[in-house]
């Protein structure tokens, strides 16, 4: 069983970065697209952005042109760079497997991001 262990959130203002990563441990990781996705308080788990194992990338619309997915199959790694983050990214971001619900992981604990000033 694959598991799953996300880092990199943490309080950050308005128009700052940050980059989370996502650690998997097990084997297949290689053969699955991955995703980050992340969940407001009082809101849905949704999607952010995806990769696909040979690195095609997709983007929800909010975070589209300010986030970059990526992937490092030989680490077991999946990261997002976030820029230009805003008010409304303030969520816990989670790494898992695309689609959602099709042999997806267990889900880890997932890594807080705050954006305020």
């Known amino acids: 069983q694959v598991q799953l262990v996300e880092s990199g959130g943490g309080l950050v203002q308005p128009g700052g970065s940050l980059r989370l990563s996502c650690a998997a441990s097990?084997?297949?990781?290689?053969?699955?697209?991955m995703a980050w996705y992340r969940q407001a308080p009082g809101k849905e788990r949704d999607l952010v952005a995806r990769i696909t194992t040979g690195g095609g990338t997709n983007y929800a619309d909010s975070v589209k042109g300010r986030f970059t997915i990526s992937r490092d199959n030989a680490k077991n790694t999946v990261h997002l760079q976030m820029n230009s983050l805003k008010p409304e990214d303030t969520a816990v971001y989670y790494c898992n497997t695309y689609p959602p619900g099709y042999q997806t992981y267990a889900w880890g604990q997932g890594t807080q991001v705050t954006v305020s000033s």
């Open positions: 097990g084997s297949g990781f290689i053969y699955r697209t």
